[in-house]
């Protein structure tokens, strides 16, 4: 892959925040604005990470990374128990290939506010993603629009993606279509049982940080990412599993063109979830590339430099 250089690193904004990453902390608001050279182009590439009003005026972390001449614009949705920030190095390369990148922490994740791994409705993450794609949309009137979404990314953008959305295209990476590495019956059931009495209750997922990739530093990154996190509440559970089965009854509704990729060897997401969907998908522009051995988070994987030039690729094909 590309590598970037930071030459200028600007603090534009410190000043007092309440921010939730759980009931009782808080973190600082702060807007971060830094100038790198993408070394393959020497295109600067800024970037900017601050909080902004949201949805119903709630707090949502953001990142963007914006090349000088942009050609198109991609927010990125990231998976569960993960943020933004574990995505700087795809945004990076995109950038460098004239995508303005955004991308947010969803609420409960990262350095938004929200409980970790809970959401009360699922149509909270859809109404979040709504009104920065009208942000993104406001900023780039003029550029192409595409979604980028991540395992439960991937199934929010998907989720969203059943009602017609002004966005030019949407790339799938691993979604949750066929989730029984993790959804396994006991966990199933007790997220029904306690969803209703006590929406809140956190259950551990079985979700293993070598699963993720093959690359022994990105496992490492992982693990030592105070961010990151593997407990999910019962709400959330009984919340995905019905987003789940509202996109795989509904694949007629999708018609925006769609990109899915899947490692073949993930075990999380299974990718045989995703073939049988794309099998059933009736838009004409759909396109589906699995990658042998690979494991669950393509973009940190070892064959990572494949995986995003076929992004970008892809990408540019849609641009035009």
Known sequence: MGKFRCIDVVFLLLAPHNLLLSSRAALQRQAVVTVAKYEDTMDEVRQTSEFLSGSNGKSIFTRQWTPAVARGALVIVHGFGDHSGR???LAIELAGRGIQVTAYDQRGHGRSPGRRGHVARWSQYRTDLEWLLDRVRSEHPNLPLFLFGHSMGGLVSLEFLLQPRPVSGAIISAPPLDPSGVANPFLVGLAYLLSGILPWF?????LHAADLSRDPS?????????????????????EILAARKRVLTSPESIRVPILFAHGEADRIAAVQGTRHFFDRLVC????LRT?????????????????VTDYADWLARHIG
Do not use: I
């Not at 004409?284 to 396109?287: A, F, L, P, V």
């Not at 990658?291 to 995986?307: G, R, T």
């Open 218 to 238: 990105a496992v490492a990154a992982f693990q030592a990412d105070p961010l990151t996190f593997h407990q999910a509440s019962a709400r959330w559970g009984t």
């Open 202 to 206: 956190r259950v551990p997922l079985p």
């Open 284 to 287: 004409r522009d759909k396109e």
């Open 291 to 307: 990658y042998p051995d690979a494991y669950h988070e393509l973009h940190s994987d070892l064959n990572q430099q494949q995986v």
């Open 87 to 89: 995505y700087s190095n």
